[in-house]
Nanobody
């Protein structure tokens, strides 16, 4: 049913940029809040950026001013534009959709895309 497919990861030098994409299907994308998380080796998964159905955004302090989350409801896609990348940004980045409906909590994750920043 629900699918979240990340793409756009890769290897970049410090100071460079990448744009991640998350293609969503199997739910009404336009009314759901979406997020990007990341997990580095040996670290907990952390919220990087989130965007609501109303286009409000919030960011982890570590990425403020460098990353921008956006969405295109016509394409059922969430983006994460990452600029001024640092080695500390190296992680697997995951797309997330979560919501409550009826008597259930729904929490969906993509497979992740690797971002490696060389220093």
């Amino acid at each position: 049913q629900v699918q979240l497919v990340e793409s756009g990861g890769g290897l970049v030098q410090a100071g460079g940029s990448l744009r991640l994409s998350c293609a969503a299907s199997g739910f009404i994308f336009s009314i759901k809040d979406m997020g990007w998380y990341r997990q580095a080796p040996g670290k907990q998964r952390e919220l990087v950026a989130a965007i609501t159905s109303g286009y409000s955004t919030n960011y982890a302090d570590s990425v403020k001013g460098r990353f921008t989350i956006s969405r295109d409801n016509a394409k059922n896609t969430v983006y994460l534009q990452m600029n001024s990348l640092k080695s500390e940004d190296t992680a697997v980045y995951y797309c997330n959709a979560a919501w409550r409906a009826n008597r259930r909590v729904y929490d969906y994750w993509g497979q992740g895309t690797q971002v490696t920043v060389s220093s």
